[in-house]
Structures are given as structure tokens and as C-alpha cells.
């Protein structure tokens, strides 16, 4: 299974954002200049984030992003399903473009089934404050003091 890198970059702008001190804020450019990640890009990431909620945009000259709630409130499992559209690992999964021929007695399905359903239980078990408890080395990482 492989996660979309717009799944990818929204956990980094919570990651990066979750980092910074109360009444802080991110913004676009500086969060695409330490990950390398254009800022059309981010932009409407940042969108998408904050029409469901997971972070805040402040307008303004010196307006930015922030957490929606806090870091300890904000499930990995969770985020990863708002933000990913499609867990169709194969064609039977999906009933209506399913035409595989051994589909009513595959156990395949079955066995992959399972595995997403450990991969999201073992996300469910983290925060994005779980995600930045190294930060001070995630700062040095990015360059940040």
C-alpha cells in the first residue's frame, strides 16, 4: 500500500506546524522551504486542512496557519483516512469495478483486508504529538533553531 504524497505532505504540515510554540504560526513559505515542497502545492493542502478542520488559517499580514485543536487531540488513523480517498488495495475490494473471476472464494482479499485493518489500528494508537516528541531533533533536521 502506498500513500498519496499529498497524505504525505499534509502530516508534515501538522508535524511542522504541531512544532511551533502557543501563538505561533506557520506559513507556507516557510514550512516549503524546510521540506522542499512547492508552495502552490502546500496551498491547497493547507486548504483541504482547513476546510476539515485540522488547521487554521489566519489572514492578515502576519497571518499563517496553526493547529485546530492540539497536537495530543489530533489522531494519526484518522487524519490518514480524511485525507486519502481510496484504500482499494485490489479490484475486489471495489464491488462495482470488481471482475475477477475467483473473487467469491479468494481469501486473498480476506488476508489483505485484515493487514489495513492492523495498519489503521496501529495508527489510531498515535498523535501528531506523538509525531514531534523528538522535537528537538525534527529542529535540527530542518534546519530551524
Not at 489522531?75 to 467469491?104: A, Q, W, Y
Not at 514531534?132 to 530551524?144: A, D, P, S, V
Amino acid at each position: 500500500m502506498n500513500l498519496k504524497k499529498y497524505t504525505d505532505y499534509g502530516l508534515r504540515v501538522l508535524i511542522f506546524t504541531g512544532m511551533k510554540k502557543e501563538g505561533e504560526l506557520a506559513s507556507i513559505k516557510e514550512i516549503s522551504s524546510v521540506y522542499n515542497i512547492s508552495t502552490h502545492h502546500l496551498g491547497k493542502i493547507v486548504h483541504q486542512l482547513t476546510k476539515l478542520e485540522l488547521v487554521e488559517s489566519i489572514r492578515g499580514r502576519n497571518g499563517g496557519i496553526r493547529l485546530a485543536k492540539p497536537a495530543d487531540e489530533m489522531n494519526v488513523g484518522r487524519i490518514v483516512r480524511m485525507l486519502e480517498s481510496d484504500f482499494t488495495i485490489l479490484e475486489c475490494f471495489d464491488k462495482e469495478t470488481n471482475h475477477c473471476v475467483i473473487s467469491p472464494g479468494c481469501t486473498l482479499k480476506h488476508a489483505l483486508n485484515k493487514a489495513l485493518q492492523a495498519f489503521f489500528k496501529v495508527l489510531d494508537e498515535y498523535t501528531i504529538a506523538d509525531l514531534i516528541h523528538n522535537e528537538e531533533e525534527l529542529r535540527q533536521l530542518m534546519g530551524l533553531k
